[in-house]
């Protein structure tokens, strides 16, 4: 009504400071960083010219037409808000001829920030498996593996059988078995990975890991025969690579593909079965298997896995097939140990390095960060708005509102007996709008509180029952009754009897 709104640098009563990232349009550059209240995009809106006074019409005859009448109506970060300008889009009418009607152009200007994780923060995996982050401790205080390994987030196991989402443990199994295994597993919803299909993984993957351990310790014992210098040799990994050059390398293996750790897992794992009796092309199927044979391989990966597992507690010997489960349960019962087909290990203590009572479930799962931060929900007041109709506070940060007491919160008070408390909840911390104004002036003064009025929201109840045609009245104790509406008796300040308005009243008369 008073004139375009204009995007412009040269914005009313603000600083050079506060425009230094602004382009000659005035929306701010890409990269600039930005805190609370700070100018995205200046934007002036014309005021409305109203009547001049004789004093302003003489002082702009003298000194001319005055500055144009404007206001800084400017986009600007929200209070608490801070970040770095990752992208800005300008859509003019020319190119976009779908803006809203009356709009000649609109900015929009993308601002990012960094959140490191944090408690009360929101996380979910891929099957509704949610909640919040409870604790952030250092990673050397986590549980870790028995080869030193930590675990990045542990989970409650009492999130599962309730929801009955037993996907999520599907996920964690296959998700360690292709990880050491070096693949990526795509299981769709209803043509996925069977469970004994990825216990059979599980045991292929405890194979690889078996193989590619002991071919660690039989690299030093190689080691010490040559006439390597024991100081020039950093770690595991490059002492079993020199090995595996040589032993691969005498069984018509190429030592550049080696280079490749899934390759050089695989070859190991290969050999190491071949040197215990076993054929690894009876346990590792090629990619072009037919699905109906794959089951084979399977069982023959799990018998070899639970053999090989079995012979390294001690106890070799011709088991019979059908007794392998019944020997390995033993040998969990005794030692404490999972069998590797389980997806079970033994996790220790942090802190104190012992391991715990029972076998972990330890996996490799997806987990992703929900766009509910705790730094976005924490909120607090004193006082603030209320609502028009209920007089109580609004809800909701937005509104900077309060907290709800509900009702379960009132039972908690009823159940403690605190019945000050609760008085105090429902009337002058709500509803009581000249209770919460007598309570808020004794606090200053240091007075005694006086007892609180009637709640607004019963005077509320009152007239919607008067509306559907009820005669409600609220009877006092002393039998007064109280009226509400425009039959409310309200107390009016007293009336001063000075100035004009006062004598002509006195000597004429209300008329």
């Known amino acids: 009504k008073l004139g375009p709104e204009e995007i412009t640098r040269d914005i009313?009563?603000?600083?050079?400071?506060?425009i230094k990232d602004l382009d000659e349009n005035g929306i701010i550059r890409i990269g600039a960083e930005v805190g609370p209240n700070d100018i995205l995009v200046g934007?002036?809106?014309?005021?409305?010219?109203?009547?001049?006074?004789?004093e302003e019409r003489l002082l702009r005859a003298i000194f001319g037409e005055k500055s144009r009448d404007v206001k800084d109506t400017s986009l600007r970060m929200p209070h608490g808000e801070r970040g770095k300008v990752v992208d800005v889009k300008v859509f003019t009418r020319e190119e976009n001829s779908d803006l809203s009607a009356g709009v000649d152009m609109m900015v929009r200007v993308s601002v990012a920030q960094r959140r490191k994780l944090t408690a009360g923060d929101k996380m979910a995996g891929r099957h509704g498996n949610k909640g919040v982050v409870s604790k952030v401790v250092p990673v050397e205080d986590m549980p870790f593996l028995e080869d030193g390994t930590p675990v990045d987030i542990i989970l409650n196991p009492l999130g599962v059988p309730g929801r009955m989402n037993i996907g999520q443990v599907l996920e964690v199994h296959l998700g360690w078995a292709a990880k050491r295994l070096g693949y990526r597993a795509i299981?769709?919803?209803?043509?996925?990975?069977?469970?004994?299909?990825?216990?059979?993984?599980l045991a292929r993957a405890w194979v690889v890991d078996q193989a590619w351990r002991e071919s660690a310790a039989a690299a030093w014992e190689w080691i010490k025969e040559q006439e390597y210098d024991p100081e020039s040799?950093?770690?595991?990994?490059?002492?079993?690579?020199?090995?595996?050059?040589?032993?691969?390398?005498?069984?018509?293996?190429?030592?550049?593909?080696?280079?490749?750790?899934?390759?050089?897992?695989?070859?190991?794992?290969?050999?190491?079965?071949?040197?215990?009796?076993?054929?690894?092309?009876?346990?590792?199927?090629?990619?072009?298997?037919?699905?109906?044979?794959?089951?084979?391989?399977d069982k023959a990966a799990i018998n070899a896995c639970l053999r090989l597992w079995i012979e390294s507690h001690g106890q070799g010997g011709r088991i019979a097939e059908a007794r392998l489960m019944e020997v390995a349960q033993e040998i969990t019962n005794t030692t404490g140990q999972p069998m590797p087909t389980l997806?079970?290990?033994?996790?220790?203590?942090?802190k104190t390095g012992i391991p715990y009572d029972q076998p972990v479930t330890v996996g490799v799962m997806t987990i992703l960060k929900l766009h509910h931060l705790v730094e976005d929900k924490v909120h607090a007041r004193s006082t603030g708005p209320y609502s028009l109709v209920t007089q109580q506070p609004l809800g909701g940060?937005?509104?900077?509102?309060?907290?709800?007491?509900?009702?379960?919160?009132?039972?908690?008070?009823?159940?403690?007996?605190?019945?000050?408390?609760?008085q105090e909840m429902l009337t002058v911390k709500s509803d009581d709008v000249q209770g919460r104004v007598n309570t808020y002036e004794s606090i200053v003064k240091g007075e005694p509180i006086e007892e609180p009025s009637i709640p607004a929201s019963f005077r509320v109840l009152v007239k919607e029952l008067q509306s559907l045609g009820l005669a409600v009245e609220a009877v006092s104790e002393g039998g007064d009754v109280v009226r509400f509406g425009k039959d409310e008796e309200k107390q009016h300040p007293p009336r001063m009897d000075t100035g004009l308005l006062g004598i002509s009243e006195k000597f004429i008369g209300k008329r």
């Open 12 to 18: 009313p009563n603000v600083g050079d400071d506060a």
């Open 43 to 54: 934007k002036i809106t014309p005021k409305g010219e109203k009547e001049l006074t004789p």
């Open 187 to 201: 299981t769709p919803v209803f043509d996925g990975a069977s469970e004994y299909e990825i216990e059979a993984e």
């Open 233 to 297: 040799i950093q770690d595991d990994d490059e002492v079993r690579r020199l090995y595996l050059e040589q032993w691969l390398g005498e069984r018509e293996y190429d030592p550049y593909d080696l280079n490749d750790v899934d390759y050089a897992r695989q070859s190991t794992a290969a050999e190491w079965l071949r040197d215990r009796g076993y054929d690894p092309d009876a346990i590792f199927y090629p990619e072009d298997v037919d699905p109906r044979v794959r089951e084979d391989y």
């Open 343 to 350: 997806g079970k290990q033994v996790l220790r203590d942090g």
């Open 397 to 422: 940060k937005a509104q900077f509102g309060g907290q709800r007491f509900g009702e379960m919160e009132v039972w908690a008070l009823e159940a403690y007996g605190a019945a000050y408390t609760l």
